[in-house]
Nanobody, 122 residues
Framework: QVQLVESGGGLVQPGGSLRLSCSAS????????VSWFRQPPRKGREAISC????????FYGDSVKGRFTISRDTAKSTVYLQMNSLKPEDTAVYYC???????????????WGQGTQVTVSS
């Protein structure tokens, strides 16, 4: 069974940084577009970033643009989300997902991880 695994979440103070990782079993992420979504408490799931599997294009939601960076390490078949200048409103469960193309619609994505909690608080 294909499984995506996120890691790197935790508690960080406002203004701090975290780097999330997304890897997979029984799946080579290099061949897939990989997206990051997040779900704050009592809110819906929000698409925040994606990296294409074709030309390496990257996309960011307005709420994270300029602060978050998505990247891919093909040797490790791993996708990262570098999060800088974190704010309390970034507190959420962060999910990675794989699909044949980037999409902001969760239903378009084929494989999901279980999520990792990010809490931004002083």
């Amino acid at each position: 069974q294909v499984q995506l695994v996120e890691s790197g979440g935790g508690l960080v103070q406002p203004g701090g940084s975290l780097r999330l990782s997304c890897s997979a079993s029984l799946l080579t992420l290099n061949y897939y577009a990989v997206s990051w979504f997040r779900q704050p408490p009592r809110k819906g799931r929000e698409a925040i970033s994606c990296i294409s599997n074709t030309d390496g294009s990257t996309f960011y939601g307005d709420s994270v643009k300029g602060r978050f960076t998505i990247s891919r390490d093909t040797a490790k078949s791993t996708v990262y989300l570098q999060m800088n200048s974190l704010k309390p409103e970034d507190t959420a469960v962060y999910y990675c997902a794989a699909s044949t193309a980037c999409s902001t619609y969760a239903d378009d994505l084929d494989y999901w991880g279980q999520g990792t909690q990010v809490t931004v608080s002083s």
